[in-house]
């Protein structure tokens, strides 16, 4: 059996670092802010977006992505009902993932290549999630 072994001084100086926590929910999150704020600023070409995807009526699909974008990153951000907040960013990354990169449906090639690995790294992001609601629900001792 091998002995556990602890992080290195300079990693557990990271992890213990009050701003990491923080910070990391913030990487976790930004992107999703990002699209909010683009979208908000083009609703026609966020109205637009959905109506590619196929998504009927498109203005109300926009709006919806707009507040679940702004909704579930600011939950996590204040840690208020964070398991909330990574639960509908977590089926919306799903919906967005089997919507926009159904790969499965693709003939073999370069486009069928970067819908696969868009298709996974959203599967990553939902795994994220579940860790921040995870760690934050060990956290607070429940």
């Known amino acids: 059996m ?10 557990d100086a990271i992890l213990d ?4 926590a923080p910070l990391a929910r913030l990487a976790l999150v930004g992107a999703y802010l990002l699209g909010a704020v683009v979208k908000i ?4 070409g ?3 977006e959905q109506a590619h995807f196929g998504m009927t009526p498109p203005a109300f699909w926009a709006a919806l992505t707009i507040a679940v974008e702004i909704l579930g990153p600011l939950l996590i951000l204040t840690r208020r009902w964070l398991w909330l907040g990574a639960g509908m960013l977590g089926v919306f990354t799903l919906l967005a993932a089997i919507t926009a990169n159904a790969f499965w449906s693709m003939p073999a090639g370069h486009d069928r ?9 959203h599967v990553g992001l939902i795994g994220g999630f ?4 995870l ?8």
Do not use: C, H, K
């Open 113 to 121: 290549f970067m819908a696969t690995n868009a298709f996974f790294e």
């Open 41 to 44: 600023t083009d609703f026609q």
């Open 46 to 48: 966020a109205t637009a």
């Open 17 to 20: 670092w009050p701003a990491t």
């Open 135 to 142: 760690l934050d629900r060990r956290e607070r001792g429940a």
């Open 130 to 133: 579940v860790l921040v609601a």
């Open 2 to 11: 091998i002995a556990a072994r602890r992080n290195p001084r300079f990693v």
